[in-house]
């Protein structure tokens, strides 16, 4: 099965609040990360969290970790259809590349 | 800085033909990736190298992937013969440090289609 494992969609209406949910496997990843690839790009690192903190809150963007349950989600408040795009979950399992979960492509209805 | 640089950004070739594809990392990153996307399997890494040599290539999907990296500043990823389950998007990634503690600076990617 999957290491890191998504919804694949999520569909919100413009102005609403969206939150993209993630679960992990690896109680040891000490830094779990979300990417954001916009459409015909590449993907770019949004926000990180540490293993020791329980929220991380940056602009519009909210992470919370929840370690006992290997979840891990992002809020984008007051979502803008420039947010449209595919969000990756990603963890670190010590000296190895990130793993990267397949995706939740966020849809913002105008 | 440019960024990590990929070529071409799309290509199309028939069935049995080579192609390469090719990826400029970040100046002074240790550690490039190579990975392939798809609708149906995500995001997958490939393989990849740090300061210059392989590390792991046990994503590679069959003989007909290889990839090198002759120098800090270049690497391909050839599949030959090609095949049209290939058909995905090719992304080259690079990062400054540890392996999986630093930020993974993504190419735009390459479409390869496969007819």
């Known amino acids: 099965g999957e290491d890191v494992e998504q919804s694949l969609f999520l569909s919100v209406r413009e102005g609403d609040s969206s939150v993209i949910n993630c679960t992990y496997t690896d109680s040891s990843s000490t830094y779990l990360y979300w990417y954001k690839q916009e459409p015909g790009a590449g993907l770019q690192l949004l926000t990180y969290?540490?293993?020791?903190?329980d929220m991380k809150q940056d602009q519009r963007l909210t992470v919370l970790l929840n370690k006992k349950d290997k979840h891990l989600s992002l809020r984008i408040a007051d979502t803008q259809t420039g947010d449209s795009a595919i969000y990756f979950c990603?963890?670190?399992?010590?000296?190895?590349?990130?793993?990267f979960g397949k995706g939740t492509r966020l849809s913002v209805i105008a | 800085d440019a960024g990590v640089i990929q070529s071409p950004r799309h290509e199309v070739t028939e069935m049995g033909q080579e192609v390469t594809l090719r990826c400029k990392p970040i100046s002074g990153h240790d550690y490039l990736f190579w990975y392939r996307q798809t609708m149906m399997r995500g995001l997958e890494l490939l393989i990849y190298f740090n300061n210059n040599v392989p590390i792991d290539d046990s994503g590679m999907p069959e003989d007909r992937f290889s990839a090198k990296m002759p120098n800090a500043s270049f690497s391909t990823l050839k599949i030959q013969p090609s095949e049209p389950r290939d058909s995905a998007v090719y992304f080259c990634?690079?990062?400054?440090?540890?392996?999986?503690?630093?930020?993974?600076?993504f190419g735009p990617g390459t479409r390869l289609t496969v007819t």
């Open positions: 990634a690079s990062s400054p440090g540890q392996v999986s503690s630093y930020e993974q600076y």
């Open positions: 990603a963890e670190n399992k010590g000296n190895t590349p990130l793993v």
């Open positions: 969290i540490f293993s020791n903190m």
